[in-house]
């Protein structure tokens, strides 16, 4: 079974930073793409950004330059680095992989 699990939200003020998480599990994750996609209140789905399973990575224009994905494929874990944090970053983050979404995890961008 295929598990996505997000972690590491929380609320930081304007110009702060976070580190998510995601740990993933059931299916082979060395060789996958993984992305993070976001929803903003009141808003879709929004792309955010992908690595692909030779770490090579394509980011939204809203986030490039201040959002860095890696991956530890040892641990079978993704990362969202995030800097530089707007209000407008106000939302739940979900990483996705295999056509799957985990359960997200809040980041509240607020002072």
């Known amino acids: 079974e295929v598990q996505l699990v997000e972690s590491g939200g929380g609320l930081v003020q304007p110009g702060g930073s976070l580190r998510l998480s995601c740990a993933a599990s059931?299916?082979?994750?060395?060789?996958?793409?993984m992305s993070w996609v976001r929803q903003a209140p009141g808003k879709g789905l929004d792309w955010v950004g992908t690595?692909?399973?030779?770490?090579?990575?394509r980011y939204a224009n809203s986030v490039k330059g201040r959002f860095t994905i890696s991956r530890d494929n040892a641990k079978n874990t993704l990362y969202l680095q995030l800097n530089s944090l707007k209000t407008e970053d106000t939302a739940i983050y979900y990483c996705?992989?295999?056509?799957?979404r985990g359960q997200g995890t809040q980041v509240t961008v607020s002072s």
């Open positions: 996705e992989a295999v056509s799957r």
């Open positions: 059931g299916f082979t994750f060395g060789t996958s793409a």
């Open positions: 690595i692909d399973s030779l770490g090579v990575t």
